[in-house]
């Protein structure tokens, strides 16, 4: 009996990192200087020439090997032993992970800071601004 074993799908990978970055195709493709379009064809396909598996781990901010031996096990992984550096994080042989999920969160709560930073801006030009109006009156 014989068992079937799925095919190593660079492009998935590539897929499931980039979401797990938290990135849209529209992003890798203006990193990668193409279009969405062809980001979707890279992420259907099996395989990816290595000139071109470079430049996508570069803007993913990953390495070849982690794209390579990218699995969706690693991650739960790398989560569930979060805690313990013992452990490290594996995606695969020897292989650790590339990004830090804290350093995601702390991107977040800055861009968040700065929208808030704009909104509080905006909204003190317009009472500023209504202020003028009514001293016109």
């Known amino acids: 009996m014989s068992t079937v074993t799925k095919p190593n799908h660079i492009g998935r990978k590539i897929s499931r990192i980039r979401e797990l970055k938290d990135m849209k195709q529209e992003a890798l493709a203006q990193a990668l200087g193409t279009n969405q379009q062809a980001i979707s064809i890279m992420e259907n ?9 470079i430049e996508v781990a570069k803007a993913l901010g990953v390495s070849v090997e982690a794209i390579k031996n990218f699995s969706e096990e690693g991650v739960f992984n790398y989560f569930n032993n979060f805690y ?5 994080a ?24 700065k929208l808030y930073e704009r909104l509080l801006k905006a909204e003190q030009d317009k009472i500023e601004y209504l202020e003028k109006l009514l001293k016109a009156k």
């Open 84 to 88: 313990d550096n013992s452990q490290g």
């Open 45 to 53: 396909s099996e395989t990816i020439e290595e000139e071109k598996l």
């Open 90 to 113: 594996n995606f695969g042989s020897n292989n650790t992970c590339n990004f830090n999920p804290l350093d995601k969160l702390m991107e977040s709560v800055e861009k968040n800071e």
